[in-house]
């Protein structure tokens, strides 16, 4: 059993594919955390999502500032910025199951076991 740590996968669901690849990820026995910026700037960002959660407890997920624009633009609280790559998940018909589960994401992860924060 392994954890990796993944950063700023921003919608680039063929790159996270293809790095879970070459780590040889095992979703019955690894774990993965990422580390913030699920979302934006890459062409995937739905399919980064709905990955990601489909995991379930093998992935940890903290949220970055690109996830946090997300559920802002989500709940209608700041209009579409020039560089954004979020109109997928948004039009996306599992959208408000998404939103969801992202907002349950924590900020920070602990885990003691490891000595890891």
Not at 97 to 106: D, M, N, S
Request: charged fraction near 30%; hydrophobic fraction near 40%; charge should be negative.
């Amino acid at each position: 059993m392994a954890t990796y740590a993944i950063g700023d996968v921003q919608g680039c669901y063929d790159s996270l594919q293809r790095l879970l690849e070459r780590i040889a990820f095992d979703p019955t026995g690894d774990r993965l955390w990422f580390v913030g910026d699920l979302v934006n700037r890459g062409p995937d960002s739905l399919a980064v999502l709905r990955f990601v959660k489909s995991l379930g407890d093998r992935a940890v997920v903290v949220l970055g500032n690109h996830d946090l624009h997300l559920l802002a633009r989500g709940e209608g609280q700041v209009s579409y910025a020039k560089k954004d790559n979020l109109d997928d998940v948004l039009d996306a018909a599992d959208r408000d199951e998404l939103l969801a589960w992202l907002r349950h994401r924590p900020l920070i992860h602990h885990d003691p076991d490891k000595g890891f924060t």
